[in-house]
């Protein structure tokens, strides 16, 4: 190739300062996909120096560096001693001719085998509207479910207490922490559920989890067998379905009225079942609050069945006329409930810390499940969140969210009025972070739901959470992190939608 370099710069497109990605991988990318993919730029072909390359680019020299030392690393670039930088002249072959798609393996070509268990996984994973169920770290779009509001969130305050917990670290937190949790944040979590909850525990009945979806399996993996009857509502959460699934559980969905699930039915349909999951201070995701008749029933039903209650607590902060429900677990007195809740809907999601209160004669078998799974949270993070809650910060910040979703709801509402009569129903509701909105009849609710999401708006089918057929069909718009103009927008983006989807059924 001789000494003259080969014009590298005329084969790559222009660096984008504005991206995630830093520019050295930027560029180190563009390179790597040259010489490898098609070979534009040829074995042992000389490269410019990395002072003229970062002029001709306009970039910063250590930019080029950057780049050139990790393609060096990796063996596609060499350097010569007095002479400069060449590519490789013996590059592996299965690096040649690779095409577009080596960075992905596998993606055109058959599923690769997997068990019976990894197929039902993958199977439970919606393959459409994948961005409903695995949002991931992009700004929620209106109306995202299971997104909390940032704003009462005092950033300043949680970044001091992390540096305290660092600054006062003991040895003990930097190897593997207790399965049950950091006992100063079970002390923390124990404390506040008898005050705003009244449930009844000791600290030592806290384990901490990550996320109440963690609690949920640990449940279903150590209370059922393959083929044991669970009762569920129906509708209900779709992570407590895929816990069961996985479990091999025989799930038996149970109709819901005004008072909740009905636990006389739900014995008529099996009289052997002895778990029942439910969501009493507000189902999810129709919204009801189960009577106090219904949960005294539900007890009953559990003491005489030797059976128990999983008691999914998971959003009962938020009620906005009145103090928050009680938790059915606080009316148990003969330790039959489990209960579950979570950081993630009054706190942060990313924060993945959730807890469950296990009756004391199966905290051992939990804390044991808990270490099979993965040992244990993280314990810097459980520290942080122990102080966050014992100074005050947390109830704070749950009073200020409280009424910032009221007064959205209030606005979701008034907006729905103007903009979305004869598309879709949308009440008010006194507690939550959604609302239930009915579609005319015979309208398919999951159509109207991937319509939405191609235009801007995410809005679930209530479909989506019925085990069995559901008519009439609803969405459900979350309106928690949404500020008036952002809700006010999606809502007239909704009408132009749910416009064209209700006009045939007029």
């Not at 995630?20 to 534009?40: F, H, K, M, S, T």
């Not at 992570?239 to 009905?262: N, Q, S, W, Y």
């Not at 089918?461 to 992190?481: K, R």
């Amino acid at each position: 190739m001789g000494d003259k370099p080969f014009p590298v710069s005329d084969l790559l497109p222009q660096l984008d300062p504005s991206s995630e990605l830093p520019l050295y991988l930027q560029l180190y990318e563009q390179l790597r996909a040259a010489i490898v993919n098609d070979c534009r730029i040829p074995r042992s072909a000389k490269l410019p120096s990395t002072r003229a390359l970062s002029e001709t680019l306009s970039v910063s020299r250590n930019t080029v560096i950057g780049a050139f030392e990790q393609l060096l690393a990796e063996g596609y670039l060499e350097g010569r001693i007095g002479s400069g930088t060449y590519v490789a002249h013996a590059l592996p072959e299965a690096c040649l001719g690779a095409g577009p798609q080596a960075s992905a393996p596998g993606y055109g070509r058959p599923a690769a085998r997997v068990s019976e268990r990894g197929q039902r996984m993958r199977n439970l994973m919606p393959s459409t509207n994948i961005a409903h169920v695995v949002p991931g770290p992009s700004k929620p779009k209106p109306f995202r479910l299971y997104s909390p509001s940032f704003e009462a969130f005092s950033y300043d305050v949680w970044r001091k207490l992390l540096q305290r917990t660092w600054d006062l670290i003991r040895p003990e937190m930097l190897g593997y922490g207790c399965p049950a949790g950091w006992q100063p944040l079970r002390e923390a979590v124990a404390h506040y559920l008898r005050v705003a909850r009244a449930v009844r525990c000791d600290w030592q009945q806290v384990i901490i989890t990550n996320g109440a979806k963690q609690a949920m399996h640990l449940v279903a993996q150590t209370m059922t067998d393959p083929g044991d009857p669970v009762f569920i509502e129906n509708h209900s959460y779709s992570g407590i379905r895929i816990a069961f699934t996985l479990a091999g559980a025989k799930m038996l969905p149970v109709p819901i009225d005004r008072e909740g699930l009905e636990i006389a039915t739900a014995e008529q349909i099996c009289p052997d079942a002895r778990l029942v999951y439910v969501t009493p201070s507000h189902q999810y995701p129709l919204g009801t609050t189960m009577s106090l008749n219904r949960r005294l029933a539900l007890l009953d039903w559990a003491r005489r069945r030797d059976g128990f209650v999983i008691e999914d607590d998971y959003d009962s902060e938020f009620r906005y006329r009145a103090r928050p429900v009680a938790s059915l677990q606080g009316l148990d007195r003969e330790n039959r409930v489990l209960y579950i809740g979570t950081f993630s809907k009054v706190l942060m999601p990313s924060l993945r810390l959730g807890y469950m209160v296990a009756p004391p004669d199966l905290v051992d078998t939990f804390i044991a499940a808990r270490a099979h799974y993965d040992w244990s949270s993280p314990v810097i993070e459980q520290a942080t969140l122990a102080e966050f809650m014992t100074e005050g910060h947390f109830a704070r910040m749950i009073r200020k969210n409280r009424a910032v979703y009221a007064e959205r709801q209030e606005i979701l509402v008034n907006a729905g009025h103007r903009h979305l009569r004869g598309l879709l129903e949308l009440p008010a509701k006194e507690c939550g972070m959604h609302l239930l909105g009915w579609l005319p009849k015979g309208v398919d609710d999951r159509t109207c739901s991937a319509a939405l999401f191609e235009n801007g708006v995410e809005a679930l089918a209530l479909s989506q959470f019925a085990t069995t057929a559901a008519d009439p069909g609803g969405l459900l718009p979350g309106y928690a992190p949404f500020d008036q103009r952002s809700i006010e927008s999606g809502v007239e983006k909704m009408a132009a939608v749910l416009e064209r989807q209700v006009a045939p059924f007029r």
